[in-house]
């Protein structure tokens, strides 16, 4: 069965530092990877969809990693600002089970003004 | 992407009694998928509905519980049964597209 981990859970910065998130997952046989976002009592809001054949994908000041053979995935944010303040999920879907997304339980970021 | 209505965004309920959440999709998906959040928990998946079948639910989730409708492609409730405080939690519809998911805004619930 996949895991996956997402560390630090909780991770507090000051604004304009640069960040990574880390997630890893057990099984290397994925289908893709994809980061969201989710503000408090909210739904997700897709950050980044990376396919198992990308190395990385980028949006404005997002740049998401992907290493299949090591099982990791790191979510880069430059110059962080306040309104980044969220909890950032990845969920991976495994090529077994296209149906079924894997999640991981999180990292809940505060970035200070 | 899709685009995803849910409603109601937001309940409170008494215990014994049963909620309905609606999700409607502003384009044709094959599959609709419901997730719960659970208090400072990550999202578990509760069933994939299919239009047209009964919904597929994952282990520990019953559909006596959570009765599903598909009725077409572009929409699809969740029912909370017979509520207890232990069901308050965000619950999510989401759908496949582009081969990644995505979201309703949720619906958070809070049973008392």
């Known amino acids: 069965k996949q895991e996956v981990t997402q560390i630090p859970a909780a991770l507090s910065v000051p604004e304009g530092e640069n960040l990574v998130l880390n997630c890893s997952f057990t099984?290397?046989?994925?289908?893709?990877l994809q980061w969201f976002r989710q503000d408090p009592g909210k739904g997700l809001t897709s950050l980044l969809l990376?396919?198992?054949?990308?190395r990385e994908q980028t949006s404005g000041r997002l740049n998401a990693s992907l290493d299949k053979s090591s099982g990791r995935s790191t979510l880069y944010i430059a110059a962080s600002q306040p309104g980044d303040s969220a909890t950032y999920l990845c969920?991976?879907?495994?090529?077994?089970?296209?149906?079924?997304?894997?999640f991981g339980s999180g990292t809940k970021l505060n970035v200070k003004p | 992407s899709a685009v995803i209505s849910q409603k109601p965004s937001r309940d409170i309920c008494q215990r014994g009694t049963s909620l309905t959440i609606q999700c409607q999709v502003d384009?044709?998906?094959?599959?609709m998928f419901w997730y719960r959040q659970q208090p400072g928990q990550s999202l578990t998946l509760i069933a994939t509905?299919?239009?047209?079948?009964?919904?597929?639910?994952e282990s520990g989730f019953v559909i006596d519980k959570f009765p599903i409708s598909r009725p077409n492609l572009t929409f699809s409730t969740l029912t909370v049964s017979n509520m207890s405080p232990e069901d308050s939690s965000i619950y999510l519809c989401?759908?496949?597209?582009?081969?990644?998911?995505?979201f309703g805004s949720g619906t958070r619930l809070t049973v008392v």
């Open positions: 989401s759908v496949d597209y582009d081969y990644g998911y995505t």
């Open positions: 990376i396919q198992s054949s990308q």
């Open positions: 969920a991976v879907r495994t090529i077994y089970n296209f149906n079924k997304f894997y």
């Open positions: 384009s044709q998906v094959t599959m």
């Open positions: 099984d290397s046989a994925i289908y893709n």
């Open positions: 509905a299919n239009q047209g079948s009964e919904a597929t639910y």
